[in-house]
């Protein structure tokens, strides 16, 4: 097994919310990523709060988790898809804060994982254009690969998820308090 269990075990510390999801039992995802979990860089995004209610590595591993799935179904490379996913949105600012002058936090902090990631694995050119093209819809440059949709559209549906599941779930508890457990 090339997957270390102190890795996984020392994640459940850092990403506790995403510790009973499938992707810690599939040995094929935690042999592309399992380097890139290891390191520092990777784990110091449990320090940042993403969409409302997750951290920036729980949302990560969710869009690498759920690419790489759909990359596989789709005959993409599951790999690249994989460890460009975990590493998208490689950045340590709080980007509801900061402020920058070369443009938006949508086109900047693409460019800011993918110098970071280049400092801790080499990338290919598919797994750049993952990471650079990410946030398109809101940046006009289209991406080049189908493992790039992939991530764009997964990083998408996890952020509403992330930030949507807690509101419904509240809103689901105060319904029922008014109106009984038998209305939803």
Known sequence: ML???QVIKGLEKVAPNYMT???????????YVEDLLATEEVQKLAE???HMHS????HSISVSYHSYKLAKRWNGN???TARAGLL???FYYDWRTTKFDEGSHAYVHPRIA???AEKITELSDLERDIIIKHMWGATIAP???????IVTFVDKYCAVKEAALPMTTAMKTKWRQYFGQQSI
Do not use: F, G, I, V
């Open 3 to 5: 997957y270390s269990s």
């Open 21 to 31: 999801e499938k992707w810690r039992e599939d040995e094929e995802y935690l042999s």
């Open 48 to 50: 940042y709060t993403q």
């Open 55 to 58: 951290t920036r590595l729980e």
């Open 78 to 80: 599951a790999r690249a």
């Open 88 to 90: 998208h949105d490689l």
């Open 114 to 116: 993918a110098k970071n």
């Open 143 to 149: 991406p080049k690969y189908k493992e790039s949709y």
